[in-house]
């Protein structure tokens, strides 16, 4: 669409502004579901949970529920918890993945280990993403303009392209990683 839209004398950067919300929103969507599947496992398979996991704090009524659940009605109460307890956070910026990951992922050094995976360091493949992440929340609460000057952010199909190969790399990275 843009590349036809582009040819034809019109513009449709809203476009490739749409992919850095979308892809930094598929992310934190991915990081909050991989959190909830791996938890049930670890729980459901009696495997030990993260120290994170255990230091969470959950409201009385759900660990009642938990308590007094029977073994099968168990998982599901523990799923419930665990839905809820991710279901307000993000997981957009570098510090907040690693944050979501420590919750399945014993692993100290995430972003040591997510850099490795998609050739890069640590510093860069974080950077990147904060960058992606920043760019992100310009487009979703200012519209993508400067305020200081008022005028609309450059984007460019490249732009739009290494946002998208990043963050699709860093996801399959953890893919691959925690699963």
Not at 47 to 71: C, R, V, W
Not at 124 to 130: Q, R
Request: proline residues 2%; negative net charge; contains cysteine.
């Amino acid at each position: 669409m843009y590349e036809y839209l582009d040819g034809k004398g019109y513009t449709a950067d809203f476009g490739l502004r749409y992919v850095w919300v979308a892809s930094i929103s598929a992310m934190d969507h991915f990081v909050s579901e991989l959190v909830i599947e791996k938890a049930i496992e670890q729980y459901a398979n009696g495997l030990p949970l993260t120290p994170k996991m255990l230091n969470e704090g959950i409201p009385f009524d759900a660990a009642l529920k938990i308590k007094n659940a029977s073994s099968t009605q168990t998982v599901v109460e523990f799923k419930n918890a665990v839905e809820n307890m991710v279901r307000y956070r993000t997981f957009q910026k570098a510090d907040d993945v690693a944050d979501g990951l420590a919750f399945v992922w014993g692993q100290k050094n995430k972003w040591k280990k997510i850099s490795e995976a998609i050739g890069t360091t640590s510093e860069s493949a974080k950077g990147v993403l904060n960058g992606i992440a920043y760019r992100r929340d310009v487009i979703v609460h200012n519209a993508d303009y400067n305020s200081a000057t008022g005028a609309l952010y450059d984007c460019s199909l490249q732009d739009a392209k290494r946002a998208i190969s990043h963050v699709s790399a860093v996801v399959g990275a953890i893919d691959g990683l925690v699963s």
